[in-house]
Nanobody, 115 residues
């Protein structure tokens, strides 16, 4: 079973940046899809960004131009670079990796954007 652990969350002022990382304890396959989701207090979990095995990316409209997702197959990681952060980006962020052999979620990392 693949276990995922997120890191890099914290507090930042509006306009600031954070870099989230997600590392796998087991082997991830380069054929999988990896993504980031977030859940704000009182709201449903929403998809934020995804990267396919071929490196194609997609983003929810609210983060386009500000967030960048990337993956390193050799290191079994997926990363989310978040720039120009806004208070509405405040949420717990989760990484999700899935493929034919697994469907795994991390436990989440808190991101708080406030002045």
């Amino acid at each position: 079973q693949v276990q995922l652990v997120e890191s890099g969350g914290g507090w930042v002022q509006p306009g600031g940046s954070l870099r989230l990382s997600c590392a796998a304890s087991g082997r991830l396959f380069s054929t999988d899809t990896r993504g980031w989701y977030r859940q704000a207090p009182g709201k449903r979990r929403e998809w934020v960004a995804v990267i396919t095995s071929g490196g194609r990316t997609n983003y929810v409209d609210s983060v386009k131009g500000r967030f960048t997702i990337s993956r390193d197959n050799a290191k079994n990681t997926v990363t989310l670079q978040m720039n120009s952060l806004k208070p509405e980006d405040t949420a717990v962020y989760y990484c999700h990796c899935w493929g034919s052999r697994y469907d795994s979620w991390g436990q989440g990392t808190q991101v708080t954007v406030s002045s």
